[in-house]
């Protein structure tokens, strides 16, 4: 038995098949995966993603330290609740993980990191934090729980289960999160969809929870969770980039801000980096599913699929590969798909967003 | 798990059902269905083909993962669901309805050598736990 969310036991209760993932029991649909993703593109779905690990980073301190730990700029968040996406890296451009930066005041910020690199995580900030001994503290909330409440009418039925919500979430614009008690309300999701992400203390998760489902959110699992962000074009850690991999091989540039000379860890490797390969949708044009190690033939050289799945919302399979640096979109390539050539159409992420094909 | 009595099994979770001219219908069972979640293609063999006893003859593919579907006796495949391939759902709707192909085997008897609903049963409990 793996470790259980706040939620686990309102998960069994709704029949969701459970599964492991990254030692944590969680579940990974309730019936149908394809139907909660639908429900997530049309209408409201929500996510135990309990297991993600909030991490508060409080201090005088806080802001240089982050300024040297993450490659995007935290310089870039002066409006309290404003957040930003970045990789956090090794000395050789490695990613360690992506996570999402919170600012919540000068000397307030909160992070959120994968699950399943929540310990490495840690520890690699606690060594970074030695230099800030005295003005920094590091400290991990695993008393709180996490929903993420996805889709067009997301906001409004969280509004209707949590009424006491809605003054201070209303004028939230995207990534911007406002506090509530010791958790937080963001306009943030996984899903290419809006929505918010409610951190919670553990012991409301559920009643929370129950308040949601009562107005009318679609539980969905982490089935419909990595088809949702695999068509909204996310990268997915551990899958489409890891620490063998820079986030400029990972489709992820756009998230490392060089624009001042500021010396955050990996910028040397990055600086010197010539960028071989490059991360880049697949649309299959032939029936059968595109899934992860898979082989891609391109006109370029050969490559291989990261991430690949049927994509509901488009009717045929998608994936992210990473491909020699020269191939361009639209051109045709041949993936090995269980000793048969498929042909796929290189396009451009995202493949579908706010309920909408993009490709 | 659905196990109809009146049917016979394989280790492989095919449901096969003998039908009055001879011929063997073949689908995948409610437990396969489940384990494999939404199913969204299905390949299915060419009518005429010969197939061997535990040949790998279609392929069902959900959005998990792809699994081969073996011919349970040795015979000539002599029909196929091609509808079925237009709505792959309804296998995960109703698995005994969605037949995926018909053989005609070479030998009727050896249909005895297949599982009956309580030794499938057992099979798919022992390996589910």
Redesign the interface.
């Known amino acids: 038995m793996g470790k259980q969310t706040p939620l686990y036991e309102s998960h069994r209760a709704l029949g969701a098949r459970i599964v492991d993932f990254s030692g944590w029991d969680m579940p990974l649909h309730y019936g149908s995966q394809i139907e909660e993703h639908h429900a997530v593109r049309r209408h409201a779905g929500m996510f135990d993603v309990s297991h993600m690990l909030n991490v508060d980073v409080i201090g005088s301190g806080a802001r240089e330290y982050l300024e040297r730990l993450i490659a995007n700029d935290v310089a870039k968040l002066k409006a309290p609740g404003r957040a930003l996406y970045s990789c956090m890296l090794t000395p050789e451009g490695g990613v360690i993980d992506d996570l999402i930066v919170y600012f919540f005041g000068e000397g307030r910020y909160r992070l959120v990191a994968n699950a399943g690199t929540a310990d490495k995580d840690l520890a690699w900030m606690a060594r970074q934090a030695q230099p800030f001994a005295g003005r920094l503290e590091v400290g991990p909330r695993r008393d709180l729980a996490m929903i993420a409440v996805q889709g067009p009418q997301a906001r409004g039925l969280v509004w209707q289960a949590l009424p006491a919500s809605r003054a201070s979430s209303e004028a939230l614009i995207p990534f911007q999160a406002a506090p509530r008690g010791e958790g937080m309300i963001a306009r943030t999701g996984y899903t290419g969809e809006d929505g918010f992400e409610l951190v919670v203390p553990a012991g409301e998760a559920a009643a929370i929870w129950r308040a949601l489902l009562e107005a009318g959110v679609r539980p969905a699992g982490l089935g419909a969770r990595d088809t949702l962000r695999l068509e909204a074009g996310m990268n997915l850690y551990g899958q489409d980039m890891d620490e063998n991999v820079t986030p400029l091989e990972s489709g992820l540039a756009w998230t490392v801000d060089r624009s001042r000379p500021r010396d955050f860890t990996g910028r040397a490797a990055l600086d010197a980096a010539v960028p071989q390969r490059q991360l880049i949708g697949l649309l299959a044009l032939d029936k059968g599913v595109l899934r992860s190690h898979q082989t891609v033939y391109s006109a370029h050289g050969e490559g291989q699929i990261t991430s690949g799945s049927f994509a509901p919302t488009l009717g045929r399979s998608i994936a992210l590969a990473r491909l020699p640096a020269g191939a361009r979109t639209g051109e045709e390539v041949e993936v090995d798909v269980r000793g048969k050539r498929l042909a796929a159409r290189l396009v451009r992420p995202p493949f579908a967003r706010h309920g909408k094909a993009l490709v | 798990m659905n196990i109809p009595e009146n049917l016979r099994y394989t280790a492989t979770h095919e449901w096969v059902r003998l039908e009055a001219d001879g011929t063997l219908t073949v689908g995948i069972t409610d437990h396969a269905q489940e384990l494999l979640?939404?199913i969204?293609?299905l390949?299915l063999p060419e009518a005429g083909r010969r197939v061997a006893a535990g040949e790998e003859c279609a392929?069902v593919?959900s959005?998990?993962a792809?699994s081969d579907i073996y011919a349970p006796l040795a015979g000539e495949v002599v029909a196929v669901n091609t509808p079925a391939t237009d709505d792959p759902?309804a296998v995960?709707r109703d698995p005994y309805a969605a037949w995926l192909f018909r053989i005609r085997p070479d030998d009727a008897g050896a249909m005895a050598g297949l599982l009956d609903a309580a030794a499938y049963r057992h099979a798919a409990e022992s390996e589910s736990h």
């Open positions: 979640g939404d969204v293609f390949e392929v593919e959005v998990k792809a759902a995960n």
